[in-house]
């Protein structure tokens, strides 16, 4: 895919997230639509996989763990036109034995989950296990992904596992935050500070790479790049993603009340004309 065709995407994706939202009249669209950039880059130009051919190990495969799990609607939809399930079955989303629950579930075998969560704060120490795991399986030039919301690093399970990864020098391993500023109740803050995250991740000796355009998928697509080169250097590297929570509609734009709330149909109309859809086409209802 070329960058016309990524931006292309992006704006089906984020016709997905609100679509998706409003049908089953909840979800977390604001994060969603922040983190489109990063998925689609992830997904369509980072990764080494093979959508097809899904198993739960992954052998031989780069791994993602998305470790602020409300944020499904941009992963289903990602997953989906990455070629992991039919985009038919996002319309699925949030209804009753779904496969597309409100937060990932293992539990009904969708292609591309790898473990539950929304439990806040499991993701990194999952993904730093999968990477001791490619370590010890000889994979060595396999990379381990996990996102994690900013909110998310006020869970003290995140420190324990910031601590692990810099002492035991986890260097098959990106992660990413998602520095929207925003968290569901407030500005970060607001919440809860905090503070210099750059020089924190540093002082557990981390590498960290900062990205000011996080909605900008050529520039997001170079710092995965960037972080990349720098793996294998005995420390873990952390991505600080700076975003716009509800990136793409302008009335949900940096403002935490779309952190889980759904467009009504007045909303859903406004919303989709800033994002006309594209060749890629919307799921069918
Ligand atoms: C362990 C745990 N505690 C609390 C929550 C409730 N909760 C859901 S989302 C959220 C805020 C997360 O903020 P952030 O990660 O910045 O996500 P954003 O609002 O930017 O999408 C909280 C506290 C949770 N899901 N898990
Ligand atoms: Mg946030």
């Not at 995407?9 to 669209?29: E, F, K, W, Y």
Request: net charge positive; charged share 20%.
């Amino acid at each position: 895919m070329n960058i016309n065709d990524l931006k292309n995407l992006c704006t089906q994706v984020r016709r997905d997230i609100l679509r998706m939202v409003n049908h089953a009249n909840s979800g977390h669209p604001g994060g969603s639509l922040g983190c489109t950039e990063y998925l689609v880059a992830l997904y369509q130009k980072i990764m080494y996989f093979d959508p097809k051919k899904f198993t739960m190990d992954g052998e031989g495969e780069d791994l993602f763990f998305l470790s602020n799990g409300h944020i499904s609607p941009v992963y289903y939809s990602v997953l989906a036109r990455t070629g992991f399930f039919s985009i038919k079955e996002l319309s699925t989303f949030r209804k009753l034995n779904s496969r597309l629950q409100g937060h990932p579930s293992i539990h009904g075998g969708l292609p591309g989950i790898r473990i539950s969560s929304g439990s806040l704060g499991q993701g990194m120490s999952v993904a730093i296990g999968a990477a001791i795991s490619k370590k010890l399986s000889q994979e060595f030039n396999r990379i381990i992904y996990s996102l994690h919301g900013d909110g998310e690093l006020n869970e003290g399970q995140i420190w324990e596992a910031v601590l692990y990864a810099g002492a035991n020098h986890i260097d098959n391993y990106i992660a990413t935050v998602d520095y929207n500023r925003q968290q569901i109740d407030g500005p970060i803050d607001k919440v809860l500070p905090l503070g210099n995250i750059k020089k924190k991740f540093e002082s557990f000796d981390w590498m960290v790479l900062e990205e000011l355009e996080g909605n900008n998928i050529e520039k997001v697509i170079n710092v995965l790049k960037k972080a990349k080169n720098e793996t294998g250097k005995r420390k873990p590297i952390l991505i600080i993603l700076y975003t716009q929570m509800g990136y793409g509609v302008d009335f949900m734009k940096g403002n935490h009340v779309w952190h889980g709330k759904s467009p009504n149909q007045k909303e859903l109309k406004k919303a989709l004309s800033q994002l006309p859809e594209t060749y890629l086409g919307d799921y069918p209802l």
